[in-house]
């Protein structure tokens, strides 16, 4: 083995040692991904089983978590939260309705990790019973609503630019539990840079500080 070969695996093996718990997941998702030859592609199928969801939001070394809930079993849901806590930099969503307290935690968490969280939301339902988009906001998330005459019926989540996560869910628990639904998550940029574009222009459109516009 050449000098150099091994100072890049010295490094390498550095690199892992200093990565934390979410690190090494994310590295562990994109050995995957090329191994598997391609971008991430999954389907999600809703209602999901209820199981703890503890291991994804504390550290290992905490002991065993004294819930009632099933622990270990891998679900749609976990599997959602997952994708969204594997964003690095930024996290983007587009929701007709946000009232679900476990996909707020997460948000919350990642806010907490500075990511930059940006929510674009239905102004009919920013304020319905049990909304989070007020955590949300007293958090110092940046949110927006949707100033049009029709519904904002999107349903799509950006993490880091690079994963768009979207299908037919409400971020509601009776959409998580009771109906049936479906979520796409997917790398491919084909897919994922429309769902970009969509979501800058809503960002732009509904800027609170933006003059409105003049008649003729």
């Not at 100072?7 to 090329?34: F, I, M, N, P």
């Not at 968490?109 to 990511?115: A, K, P």
């Amino acid at each position: 083995m050449s000098v150099s070969h091994t100072v890049k695996l010295l490094g390498l093996g550095v690199v892992v040692a200093t990565l934390s718990l979410e690190g090494l997941l994310w590295l562990y998702q994109r050995l995957r991904q090329w191994s598997c030859g391609g971008p991430l592609k999954e389907v999600l199928f809703f209602p999901a089983s209820m199981t703890c969801v503890e291991h994804l939001f504390c550290p290992p070394g905490d002991g065993p978590c004294p819930c009632p809930l099933p622990h270990g079993p891998e679900t749609s849901f976990t599997r959602l939260l997952r994708h969204l806590l594997s964003a690095r930099a930024t996290l983007d969503l587009c929701l007709f309705s946000f009232s679900s307290q476990e996909l707020s935690r997460a948000v919350l968490h990642m806010h907490r990790r500075r990511v930059a969280v940006r929510v674009v939301i239905d102004k009919d339902y920013l304020d319905i019973n049990g909304s989070q988009v007020g955590r949300l906001l007293k958090a110092g998330i940046s949110v927006r609503h949707d100033t049009g005459s029709y519904f904002m019926h999107h349903k799509f989540a950006l993490v880091d630019g690079r994963l768009l996560l979207t299908g037919s869910l409400n971020w509601t628990m009776t959409a998580v539990q009771g109906n049936r639904e479906n979520v796409l998550v997917t790398e491919d940029p084909a897919f994922v840079k429309p769902f970009l574009r969509e979501f800058e222009e809503l960002w732009t459109a509904n800027d609170p500080a933006a003059p409105a516009p003049t008649l003729a």
